[in-house]
């Protein structure tokens, strides 16, 4: 069975860094982009980016851009999201999804990042 | 960047109704379109990709329908586990972008 399974919540303070992880199994990991969104509390879904997990690019969106860093390790199968200096606005719950020809059919179970002093 | 406009952002309706949500892009992304279900506290599901093909194991009573830069979302007849809120997303061109939600509150 397909799954993605991603780290635990976090909490930081206004001016560092967080990495979220999301371990994929039940399929061949570097068939699928991997992507992320966002929903910070009460508000729709946001898109940071994504990432290739064959060749490890990445296309992020123009609001992360310098803020954000998508790795990936492919003797585990799992990508990590980076965002830095992050700010209250960040907080959030933060999805890894994969993506087929045209949807994200399969969605991690979301990781909770409070940024709070 | 590709604007996804949805409407309305709330409805109230009953069991057994019919309900359409719509879904307006910002310019053509032919059909581009995909719709997902979210609960209270969970990930968001695939309902219908490429704007009217039915995810696998999703009740027929959903469908999809529109091309160019307008979709729609029917639920033929509500059912107590559709309560939920109903985002559509373009996936044309990246920024991949989403509506802003559709709240389906029982009447």
């Known amino acids: 069975q397909v799954h993605l399974v991603q780290s635990g919540a976090e909490v930081k303070k206004p001016g560092a860094s967080v990495k979220v992880s999301c371990k994929a199994s039940?399929?061949?990991?570097?068939?699928?982009?991997l992507h992320w969104v966002r929903q910070a509390p009460g508000q729709g879904l946001e898109w940071l980016g994504m990432?290739?997990?064959?060749?490890?690019?990445?296309n992020y969106a123009q609001n992360f851009q310098g803020r954000v860093t998508m790795t990936r390790d492919t003797s585990t199968s799992t990508v990590y999201m980076e965002l830095s200096s992050l700010r209250s606005e960040d907080t959030a719950v933060y999805y890894c999804?994969?993506?087929?020809?045209?949807?994200?059919?399969?969605w991690g179970q979301g990781t909770l990042v409070t940024v709070s002093s | 960047d590709i604007q996804m406009t949805q409407s309305p952002s709330s409805l109230s309706s009953s069991v057994g109704d019919r309900v359409t949500i719509t879904c307006r892009a910002s310019r053509s992304i032919g059909t581009y379109l995909t719709w997902y279900q979210q609960k209270p506290g969970k990930a968001p599901n695939l309902l219908i990709y490429?704007?009217?093909s039915l995810q696998s194991g999703v009740p027929s009573r959903f469908s999809g329908r529109g091309s160019g830069t307008e979709f729609t979302l029917t639920i033929s007849s509500l059912q107590p586990e559709d309560f939920a809120t109903y985002y559509c997303?373009?996936?044309?061109?990246?920024?991949?972008?989403f509506g802003g939600g559709t709240k389906v509150e029982i009447k």
């Open positions: 990432i290739n997990p064959s060749d490890g690019s990445t």
């Open positions: 039940g399929y061949t990991f570097t068939r699928f982009y």
């Open positions: 490429t704007a009217s």
């Open positions: 997303q373009q996936t044309y061109s990246v920024p991949l972008t």
């Open positions: 999804a994969r993506k087929t020809s045209n949807a994200f059919d399969i």
